[in-house]
């Protein structure tokens, strides 16, 4: 959250810098880009904070090339191609051109550019955090990913899911303490836009808006103890003993994936917090070659 005392001396720190027309080193400012630290090469030019360009190289589907003859940087995303030319204020994207508040640089080497501009032009979220002086930058899914998101056909719209960007913009501090040999998947029954995530005795839940995912709820159980209440704990067989974040409400049914490290074994059916599974349960003796090949249709259900 942003406190209004940090945002405006953040405005203020950023303000006297405004007339200041050559690269100021930001080594106070903390840039976040897909959830990796930039800790080199921040500059602030004329108020606007900078960044080599290869910060952005973590982006999916992305890519960056460098003209040394004719200094300009060509960035490509999907459908997005993204033009600059060193030293101009405007740049190209998609043929069209655009104004910088700040031109390209090369400093000590480096390929430096306008870090809101480019991030905001390939789709990205900005989001500041003036109490620590962070900037987190946040890729969205490439337009595949969205478009299998959005498929009526649940397999393809969970696996799409599970590839969603993660914002780890207020990273919670909950850890596995056992080392697990499976990972076990759950989704609401028709549902593919939520999910909890079970690695040994960690539970993680996430939620997924505007094509990101970002964890809601986590939970460290108890695995020397057997769940007793009819709520969310009889979904795993344990009680919790530490959570971070609002326990999601109960579904009346969730299909689940069990996958063991190794792929000797994958289970999938739907289960119920009574601790019943349905007659659809089964398991998979061929696994192919593909990302997330666990989850697989269940009989009888249907995205909501």
């Given at each position: 959250?942003?406190?209004?005392?940090?945002?405006?001396?953040?405005?203020?720190?950023?303000?006297?810098?405004?007339?200041?027309?050559?690269?100021?080193?930001?080594?106070?400012?903390?840039?976040?880009?897909?959830?990796?630290?930039?800790?080199?090469?921040?500059?602030?030019?004329?108020?606007?904070?900078?960044?080599?360009?290869?910060?952005?190289?973590?982006?999916?589907?992305?890519?960056?090339?460098?003209?040394?003859?004719?200094?300009?940087?060509?960035?490509?995303?999907?459908?997005?191609?993204?033009?600059?030319?060193?030293?101009?204020?405007?740049?190209?994207?998609?043929?069209?051109?655009?104004?910088?508040?700040?031109?390209?640089?090369?400093?000590?080497?480096?390929?430096?550019?306008?870090?809101?501009?480019?991030?905001?032009?390939?789709?990205?979220?900005?989001?500041?955090?003036?109490?620590?002086?962070?900037?987190?930058?946040?890729?969205?899914?490439?337009?595949?990913?969205?478009?299998?998101?959005?498929?009526?056909?649940?397999?393809?719209?969970?696996?799409?899911?599970?590839?969603?960007?993660?914002?780890?913009?207020?990273?919670?501090?909950?850890?596995?303490?056992?080392?697990?040999?499976?990972?076990?998947?759950?989704?609401?029954?028709?549902?593919?836009?939520?999910?909890?995530?079970?690695?040994g005795d960690l539970v993680t839940y996430y939620e997924i808006n505007h094509n990101i995912k970002k964890v809601m709820w986590a939970a460290d159980l108890d695995s020397s103890k057997e769940a007793v209440n009819k709520d969310i704990t009889s979904l795993f067989g344990h009680p919790v003993q530490k959570e971070y974040g609002v326990e999601p409400a109960l579904s009346d049914g969730y299909a689940y994936?069990?996958?063991?490290?190794?792929?000797?074994?994958?289970?999938?059916?739907?289960?119920?917090?009574?601790?019943?599974?349905?007659?659809?349960?089964?398991?998979?003796?061929?696994?192919?070659?593909?990302?997330?090949?666990?989850?697989?249709?269940?009989?009888?259900?249907?995205?909501?």
């Open positions: 959250m942003i406190r209004k005392t940090g945002l405006q001396f953040l405005i203020f720190m950023l303000l006297s810098l405004c007339g200041i027309g050559s690269a100021v080193a930001a080594s106070n400012l903390n840039i976040m880009v897909n959830n990796s630290s930039v800790d080199y090469g921040v500059l602030l030019v004329s108020g606007r904070t900078m960044v080599p360009i290869k910060a952005f190289q973590s982006f999916n589907n992305t890519v960056i090339q460098w003209d040394a003859v004719a200094k300009k940087a060509t960035i490509t995303r999907d459908a997005t191609v993204i033009e600059l030319i060193a030293g101009e204020r405007t740049a190209s994207v998609n043929s069209k051109l655009v104004p910088l508040d700040a031109p390209v640089k090369i400093v000590e080497g480096r390929v430096t550019v306008p870090l809101r501009f480019i991030a905001e032009a390939l789709g990205a979220r900005v989001k500041v955090d003036a109490a620590t002086k962070t900037v987190w930058i946040q890729e969205s899914a490439s337009a595949a990913i969205v478009k299998n998101f959005n498929s009526s056909d649940l397999v393809i719209s969970r696996k799409a899911a599970l590839q969603m960007p993660i914002d780890e913009s207020e990273p919670y501090q909950l850890t596995a303490d056992d080392e697990a040999l499976s990972v076990s998947y759950y989704f609401p029954k028709g549902k593919s836009d939520r999910y909890f995530v079970v690695y994936f069990y996958n063991s490290i190794w792929g000797s074994q994958v289970l999938y059916g739907m289960v119920y917090t009574d601790g019943t599974t349905s007659a659809e349960s089964g398991q998979l003796n061929d696994w192919p070659d593909t990302r997330y090949y666990f989850i697989v249709a269940i009989p009888g259900e249907t995205k909501l």
